[in-house]
């Protein structure tokens, strides 16, 4: 099963960016299909985007559309979130996850298909 640790959280002014990374360990990181989720207090976890094992239809929340990236480097074993135009709404704890094979684009917005979690990384957006 592969481990997930997250970085480059942090607190951010509206309007301005951050750049998360996420870095797995163990074997066949590039077989999975892999997320961002984000939870903020008091508040159900949210998908932010998904992304297949090979980097391709990336698919976003409907709130970060437009605003946040999703990339990954299977050579390096890494997962990224490349979030523009901040808003203060977008503070909260940050996850990533790694889903199973195969993995249906179906699958994507669901916290539940998704197996293996991060420890997750504050943003915390000020107006």
């Known amino acids: 099963q592969v481990q997930l640790v997250e970085s480059g959280g942090g607190l951010v002014q509206a309007g301005g960016s951050l750049r998360l990374s996420c870095a797995a360990s163990?074997?066949?990181?590039?077989?999975?299909?892999m997320g961002w989720f984000r939870q903020a207090p008091g508040k159900e976890r949210e998908f932010v985007a998904a992304?297949?094992?090979?980097?391709?239809?990336?698919h976003y929340g409907d709130s970060v559309k437009g605003r946040f990236i999703i990339s990954r480097d299977n050579a390096k074993k890494e997962l990224y979130l490349q979030m523009n135009s901040l808003k203060p709404e977008d503070t909260a704890v940050y996850y990533c996850?790694?889903?199973?094979?195969?993995?249906?684009?179906?699958?994507?917005?669901?916290?539940?298909?998704?197996?293996?979690w991060g420890q997750g990384t504050q943003v915390t957006v000020s107006s």
């Open positions: 996850a790694a889903g199973g094979t195969p993995f249906p684009l179906s699958y994507y917005s669901d916290y539940r298909k998704f197996g293996s």
């Open positions: 163990g074997p066949s990181f590039s077989a999975y299909s």
């Open positions: 992304v297949n094992w090979a980097g391709g239809d990336p």
